[in-house]
């Protein structure tokens, strides 16, 4: 029952994240242990029960693209991610490609987080440069200027990254280090959908609302069973 409670609170957060472009879902897994008495030994010298675990993780698999038609929208078509810099100056990473520029020219995304090139945080031009474009191999052009390349960062062990707000990934590992992706293109105009389906959530959900239910039954039943059996064995008669 405590495993389905998390269940429902991981289904939750998948749908209220939904409309979130690069939004990756959270797969809820239950380990598969053997009822009753555990053989392990435990130090006071009693008996171990055990009851099945449930973990979460993160579903990686890329999610569909779609048109937007804005020049600063960008989707990744393969793997990696964009690297963004948060208020601490800690580095990011998002599949949200949802960018604009700012008052001061840089590229930033939705929440104002600078979007890390190959050189850095990119600048363009807000008054004389024209229209921006973005290439295939992540260029930012501004008319005949090329004024940077966004990078795109991948890992050999992305389950490791912790999962923070807003679409975007911490990496709190020390011995897990981004590396640069050459094979990936860049959709510019698209933005990538959350990989999880409303439907399928919900579908989930009574599921899991059901098998709340039926444990709860079970229990119940045999809390009554054992009610019954202290009352009789207690009656003398």
């Known amino acids: 029952m405590s495993a389905n409670a998390r269940w429902q609170e991981v289904i939750s957060e998948n749908l209220a994240s939904a409309s979130i472009p690069g939004f990756k879902k959270q797969d809820m897994s239950f380990d598969a242990v053997q009822s009753g008495i555990m053989s392990q030994a435990v130090p006071d010298g009693g008996v171990q029960y055990s009851m099945p675990r449930a973990s979460t993780a993160t ?24 690297e963004v810099q948060m208020p601490s100056g800690a580095s ?33 031009d807000t008054k004389t440069g024209g229209p921006i474009s973005i290439s295939a191999t992540g260029e930012i052009s501004q008319g005949a200027d090329v004024r940077g390349k966004l990078k795109v960062v991948d890992f050999n062990k992305p389950e490791l990254l912790t999962q923070i707000s807003g679409g975007h990934f911490a990496n709190n590992n020390p011995g897990m280090q981004p590396v640069d992706v050459e094979t990936t293109s860049l959709r510019s105009g698209f933005l990538e959908s959350a990989n999880t389906s409303a439907v399928n959530e919900m579908a989930s959900l009574i599921g899991v609302m059901r098998s709340f239910e039926a444990n709860q039954k079970i229990m119940q039943a045999h809390s009554d069973r054992m009610s019954r059996t202290i009352s009789e064995l207690g009656n003398p008669n």
């Open 59 to 82: 579903n990686f698999s890329q999610g569909s693209l779609r048109e937007t038609g804005v020049n600063t929208d960008v989707a990744i078509d393969g793997k990696g991610f964009f």
């Open 92 to 124: 990011a990473y998002t599949r949200d490609g949802e960018f604009h520029v700012n008052a001061s020219g840089q590229l930033v995304t939705k929440q104002g987080f600078a979007v890390i090139g190959e050189g850095g945080p990119i600048q363009v």
